[in-house]
C-alpha cells in the first residue's frame, strides 16, 4: 500500500509564512511528478504547483513569486513554502503524487489533506 501524509498547516496571520510536507511510504519503486492542490469551501480543488523529479517547477498564477515547490528524492518528499499569505489562500491542501509501487503501472495518489487558514 502507499500513502502519502500531510503535515505543517494551521492557522497564520496575513503577510506570514508556513511549509507543508508531504511524504510517500509504502511499497515505492519510484515518485514521478509530485504536486500541491487546495480546495477552498464551496468551490472545486485547484493546482497550486507542480514538480517534475527532476526538479522542473510550475506554478498557478495566484501563488507565483509567494510559493515555492521543491522535492526531496531520496525521502520521497514533497514540500510547499508559502511566505506572504493571504486570506484567499485559506484552503484545504492536498498533495498529488504519481508514484510506481510493486508490478503496476505508476498510479495518482492522493494525500489526506490538511488545513491552512489565514486570518487576523
Known amino acids: 500500500q502507499v500513502q502519502l501524509v500531510e503535515s505543517g498547516g494551521g492557522l497564520v496571520q496575513p503577510g506570514g509564512s508556513l511549509r507543508l510536507s508531504c511524504a510517500a511510504s509504502?511499497?515505492?519503486?519510484?515518485?514521478?511528478?509530485m504536486a500541491w492542490y487546495r480546495q477552498a469551501p464551496g468551490n472545486q480543488r485547484e493546482f497550486v504547483a507542480h514538480i517534475t523529479r527532476s526538479g522542473t517547477t510550475n506554478y498557478a498564477d495566484s501563488v507565483k513569486g509567494r510559493f515555492t515547490i521543491s522535492r526531496d528524492n531520496a525521502k520521497n518528499t514533497v514540500y510547499l513554502q508559502m511566505n506572504t499569505l493571504k486570506p484567499e489562500d485559506t484552503a484545504v491542501y492536498y498533495c498529488?503524487?504519481?508514484?510506481?509501487?510493486?508490478?503496476?503501472?505508476?498510479?495518482?495518489?492522493w494525500g489526506q489533506g490538511t488545513q491552512v487558514t489565514v486570518s487576523t
Open positions: 509504502g511499497s515505492i519503486r519510484s515518485v514521478f511528478a
Open positions: 498529488y503524487a504519481d508514484i510506481l509501487a510493486g508490478i503496476s503501472p505508476p498510479i495518482g495518489y
